[in-house]
């Protein structure tokens, strides 16, 4: 069975580009995650989608958006890039959360590494 | 007050030796508990799961101390293949789960 996957899995931007990271659960997931681990820094909730809703937010400015499309797959939108915007962009995904099959278990991809120069 | 918060180490022990980790987070209506693994620049995966009464698993030992709000992992008898980052994650109800920022174990032969 194919794990989650995520594309690319590097980029590089310059400031003030706008980049697109993509994710694709394992079959049957229908929540889906988005973490940034910045250097030395550790995991940072940024989004997560259930059922195509945005279900929760965390501390991060407008400029990162997302959306889940039918297919549950997820894509990230980090606009006007910045210098700190420079990390390991880590998409997970569950079994939907609301299920009582859900055992609060995250599984990753690998990460996109983006890098703004 | 951070959420979830733990010593970042590096924790350097030889082959052989118990290593205890400790967490401690900050919402005391967290519900669940896990240990993650994360090795160098891979993405992180479920070690275990840490219930009330405490588990193991193997040379794996979870305990959880509701009234301390405090999760620790043991290891016992470190292999080389322990060396990773060792990530202590806690669950509020239907949330998405909270990261600590790991603690790093370097098993030294």
């Known amino acids: 069975e194919a794990g989650v996957t995520q594309s690319p899995t590097h980029l590089i931007k310059t400031r003030g580009q706008q980049a697109t990271l993509r994710c694709s659960p394992i079959?049957?997931?229908?929540?889906v995650y988005w973490y940034q681990q910045a250097l030395g820094l550790g995991l940072q909730f940024l989004l997560w989608?259930?059922?195509?809703?945005?279900?929760n937010r965390g501390n991060f400015p407008p400029r990162f958006s997302g959306r889940q499309f039918p297919n549950y797959s997820s894509e990230l939108n980090v606009n006007a890039l910045e210098l700190e915007d420079s990390a390991l962009y880590l998409c997970?995904?569950?079994?939907?959360?609301?299920?009582?099959?859900?055992?609060?278990?995250?599984?990753f991809g690998e990460g996109s590494r983006l890098t703004v120069l | 007050r951070k959420e979830v918060e733990q010593d970042p180490g590096p924790f350097n022990v030889p082959e052989g030796a118990t290593v205890a980790f400790n967490c401690t987070y900050s919402?005391?209506?967290?519900?669940?508990f896990f240990w993650y693994r994360q090795d160098c620049r891979k993405e992180p995966k479920l070690l275990m799961s840490?219930?009330?009464s405490g588990n193991e698993d193997g040379r794996f030992t979870a305990q959880l101390n509701r009234a301390s709000q405090y999760i620790s992992l043991l290891i016992r008898d470190s292999k080389l293949s322990d060396s990773a980052t060792y990530l202590c994650?806690?669950?509020?109800?239907?949330?998405?789960?909270?990261f600590g920022k790991g603690t790093r174990l370097s098993v030294i032969a």
């Open positions: 997970a995904s569950s079994l939907s959360i609301w299920g009582s099959t859900n055992t609060g278990e995250l599984f």
């Open positions: 079959s049957g997931h229908t929540s």
């Open positions: 989608y259930d059922e195509g809703e945005e279900r």
């Open positions: 919402n005391s209506a967290s519900q669940s």
């Open positions: 840490v219930y009330s």
């Open positions: 994650v806690v669950n509020v109800g239907n949330t998405p789960l909270v």
